[in-house]
């Protein structure tokens, strides 16, 4: 970290060649590393004096995805605020969204409970995907929240949305052509796709509403960001659903409060901070994430006063990445690591 350049490349992704490397290197004084449990294992036995320091960045990662893993859990709360705002007349058309078939939404829900059941017998989120023939994220968010969550429903009409006026006037002219508005569309500073367009064309002809009555629901990531962020940074739509749905989950809004402050604690370098935080939030639905700052808590608090950082390793993390690709994977570790340590 002091030189800014790679010292040696181990093998694997287990805590014995971090644990052998730093057992023979005793001048290590000062170790800076990631969340990850195998690292600060290896840490630990490899050389027990040295100072851990997390790294900061994954600290605000790790809060976030607590964060995101209470909002999950208000999945009632989060639609009942979105179909609000689609009868309000101010709310935003970004919340209006078409909804899926009885049939989908069955198909689905039988997926989750199957992934449900087999996460209770103690099988991996990997192999549960590969059984029931969901995406790894999809089982964890079911895992999360513990029961079926409804489909969100896609986002793409959001962007036509915001030129129904325009493109009402012209549906009222006799326009019939999904081409020609397109391209009137873009003139007008449309950034969607041709079949955003094509779609809204076709529901007209069918004499279906343009305007679905159904609330899209913003994802939870997307929801996590508004609640961490700063307020005054979010639209005046997304800062009134935020708003609403801290109202609606009182424990969601205490929860984000909780993670501001945790992040304010990092950015203000308040190491005395840290102990009545802990014990604060550890009243609320963040016990969790908590308990795993507590097991590392030395390495944490080491991350508010500690200058290390992880950055220059995470950018080694992609020459390294870019390196293998080059090697399409024919050469071995030897020729890997010289690669690394060595720059042509």
């Known amino acids: ?135 790894r994220n999809a089982v964890r968010r079911w895992v999360r929240a513990g029961r079926f969550m409804p489909y969100r429903g896609a986002s793409g009409s959001s962007r036509l949305d915001r030129h129904l006026p325009f493109v009402e006037a012209r549906w009222q002219e006799g326009q019939r052509s999904a081409t020609v508005l397109h391209r009137e569309l873009r003139a007008q500073g449309f950034i969607g796709s041709y079949d955003i367009v094509r779609r809204w064309v076709a529901r007209g002809r069918q004499g279906a509403p343009a305007r679905p009555p159904f609330a899209r629901i913003p994802s939870t990531r997307r929801i996590t960001r508004w609640l961490t962020g700063d307020p005054t940074a979010l639209s005046r739509e997304d800062r009134a659903f935020t708003e609403a749905l801290c109202i609606a989950a009182p424990k969601l809004k205490q929860a984000a409060e909780e993670i501001r402050a945790f992040a304010n604690l990092l950015r203000q370098n308040d190491p005395p901070g840290l102990t009545p935080w802990l014990e604060a939030a550890a009243g609320s639905d963040l016990c969790g994430f908590v308990a795993g700052l507590r097991q590392d808590e030395a390495a944490v608090r080491a991350a508010i006063v500690e200058p290390w950082r992880n950055g220059p390793v995470e950018g080694q993390v992609n020459r390294l990445k870019l390196i293998k690709c080059s090697m399409y994977g024919r050469a071995k570790f030897d020729l890997l690591r010289q690669r690394v340590l060595h720059v042509a």
């Open 1 to 135: 970290m002091e030189r800014r350049r790679i010292i040696d490349l181990l093998p694997g992704r287990s805590s014995a060649p971090v644990r052998d490397w730093l057992a023979a290197h005793p001048s290590v004084t000062v170790i800076s590393r990631d969340r990850s449990g195998p690292y600060a294992e290896a840490a630990r036995t490899g050389a027990p004096a040295a100072t851990q320091v997390a790294d900061r960045w994954y600290l605000l990662v790790n809060a976030s995805e607590a964060l995101r893993s209470i909002v999950e859990q208000h999945q009632s709360e989060i639609r009942d605020v979105a179909h609000r705002g689609v009868h309000d007349p101010s709310a935003s058309p970004d919340l209006r969204e078409s909804a899926p078939t009885p049939e989908v939404t069955s198909r689905r829900r039988n997926r989750c409970e199957s992934a449900l059941g087999l996460h209770g017998e103690g099988l991996p989120t990997k192999e549960i995907a590969c059984r029931i023939g969901a995406s």
